[in-house]
Every structure is written in C-alpha cells, then in structure tokens.
C-alpha cells in the first residue's frame, strides 16, 4: 500500500501546507507547469518526488523531468503527463499511446479543473488534481491524496487551499 499526494499547475508557487497535506503520504506526483526548480527542489524535499515537465516549464526542468511518465506502483500501470485531456476528449499527443496501451491510472493537469472520472472505454481512471498555484483563471487551489493498494486506488481525497 502506497499514499499519494498529487498536485499540478502549481506555476512555482509555494504553500506551507503542501508540507502538512504531503508529509503522511509515500510520495508526491506532479502533472505538470511546475514553475522552478527550487518548488520542485522543495517538494522533493517532502517525500520522493516523481514529475512531467509542462507547457510553462523550461530549461531545466524540461531536461530533469519527462513529458510522459510511465511506471507501475503496486498493481497499477500509471501513466502521467500534463496536457492529456479527459475522458471523451484526449489531447491528440496522448491518445495513440493511451488506446495502443491503456493505464489502469491516468493522471493530466493543464487544465486547472480538478477531476476524477472513470473512462469505462479504456477501464482506466483519470485524475486531474486541478490547480494548486495562483497563476490561472481558477477559483479554488486544489491538490489530490490517495492510495493504491495493490490493483485498487482508493482513499481519494480533494484539498482545498482556499482561494486563489
């Protein structure tokens, strides 16, 4: 059984209660738009730190982390990137990728949307944990925690920061 603590879009901005929401779980997964590699520096600092570099992110952290991220934990094949869509609507980057070998957990950000949906064409679940920075239209930061415990996810919780 693992923990998760999830976020993306943080856009470089760090809180203090990535700290508190983060420290009881395994690790911590980053979709993308990360903003710096001090904030990525920090959150690592946390609990092991596995990430996809976004749109907004550059040199270095374009070179320190992925665009896909493919790995399994526990039973469950994860893939990550930032700009993947959702259900019914898949970036045409991910799709191939996605339908030729679909995760059990697929995880995107870019939209600054927190979801969770079931895509039962794929039999996979998507998470989105929304936005935890402050740079972007939304309202509310989010962050995501979970758990896998052998082929199960389970134990999903939404954090609101408050906002923005």
């Known amino acids: 059984m ?16 990535y700290v508190t929401y983060f420290s009881g779980c395994d690790e911590i997964w980053h979709a993308g738009d990360i903003g ?27 070179i320190q982390y992925p665009r ?6 526990e039973e469950v ?11 019914g609507r898949y970036a045409p980057e991910i799709r191939e990728e996605l339908f ?5 957990l697929f995880i995107a950000g870019h939209s600054h ?3 969770a949906l079931y895509d039962p064409k794929l039999q996979c679940m998507h998470l989105n944990p929304g936005a935890a920075g402050k740079s972007g ?22 954090i609101e ?3 923005e």
């Open 161 to 163: 920061l408050g906002n």
């Open 2 to 17: 693992i923990k998760i603590g999830l976020l993306s879009d943080t856009h470089a901005w760090w809180d203090d209660r």
């Open 113 to 115: 949307i927190l979801k």
């Open 100 to 104: 030729s070998n679909p995760p059990q």
């Open 137 to 158: 239209f939304h309202k509310v930061r989010t962050l995501m925690r979970f758990v896998i415990d052998g082929k199960q996810l389970k134990d999903l919780e939404v």
């Open 36 to 62: 710096s590699e001090t904030l990525a520096l920090q959150l690592a600092s946390i609990k092991p730190f596995r990430a996809v570099h976004g749109n907004i992110d550059g040199y270095p952290l374009r």
């Open 77 to 87: 094949e994860v893939l990550i990137t930032h700009i993947g869509g959702y259900p």
């Open 68 to 73: 896909v991220l493919r790995f399994k934990v």
